[in-house]
T-cell receptor, first 112, second 112 residues
Framework: DTGVSQDPRHKITKRGQNVTFRCDPI?????LYWYRQTLGQGPEFLTY????????KSRLLSDRFSAERPKGSFSTLEIQRTEQGDSAMYLC??????????FGNGTRLTVT | DQQVKQNSPSLSVQEGRISILNCDYT??????FLWYKKYPAEGPTFLIS?????DKNEDGRFTVFLNKSAKHLSLHIVPSQPGDSAVYFC???????????FGKGTLLTVNP
């Protein structure tokens, strides 16, 4: 059990560029979540997968955002045409059954 | 509208004394409550939880109290240690039972 792994840890991009983040959950965890955290706020729910099925998307997830979990293992979060308001920490978390959410260390995105 | 409120952005206590962190929620349908701790540049880490059928749960130096009628929970840390200095998030689960909703967090500083 190596924990939830996220890559990259930091990403600086120019406004209008596309970015993609990867999350590798704990191997036996069938549920995977993406959250976003901005300064002074708690983590905000973005989307949730059970195995490969995306079961809910928050209204925070505009149509510029897309998430996938193609084989029910790792997940990617893509942001197209980034805006300065997308600057945040993007957190991935996973769980199984009644266990609590286990978070990765996040990807910090800075849009200049 | 904030469903989970942590009204104290920060708290400072002396080593060895008690730290009390508070959290209020608005929806009586929430039925499971968690506390997470977050160090800088790391993801949130699960600390302790309580279900709505209990009013107290204890784990070592950490105790969570739940007052359902007041829709209030608190985390007590005693004795506080400098390594406890971190941001503490209250989180709630309920309704659909798969999605955590977080408060904004309280920065605890334990002074040696």
């Amino acid at each position: 059990d190596t924990g939830v792994s996220q890559d990259p840890r930091h990403k600086i991009t120019k406004r209008g560029q596309n970015v993609t983040f990867r999350c590798d959950p704990i191997s036996e965890h069938n549920r995977l979540y993406w959250y976003r955290q901005t300064l002074g706020q708690g983590p905000e729910f973005l989307t949730y997968f059970q195995n490969e099925a995306q079961l809910e998307k928050s209204r925070l997830l505009s149509d510029r955002f897309s998430a996938e979990r193609p084989k029910g293992s790792f997940s990617t979060l893509e942001i197209q045409r980034t805006e300065q308001g997308d600057s945040a920490m993007y957190l991935c978390a996973s769980k199984t059954g009644g266990s609590p959410l286990h978070f990765g260390n996040g990807t910090r995105l800075t849009v200049t | 509208d904030q469903q989970v409120k942590q009204n104290s952005p920060s708290l400072s206590v002396q080593e060895g004394r008690i730290s009390i962190l508070n959290c209020d929620y608005t929806n009586s349908m929430f039925d499971y409550f968690l506390w997470y701790k977050k160090y800088p540049a790391e993801g949130p880490t699960f600390l302790i939880s309580i279900s709505s059928i209990k009013d107290k749960n204890e784990d070592g130096r950490f105790t969570v109290f739940l007052n359902k009628s007041a829709k209030h929970l608190s985390l007590h840390i005693v004795p506080s240690q400098p390594g406890d200095s971190a941001v503490y998030f209250c989180a709630v689960l309920g309704g659909s039972n798969y999605k955590l909703t977080f408060g904004k967090g309280t920065l605890l500083t334990v002074n040696p």
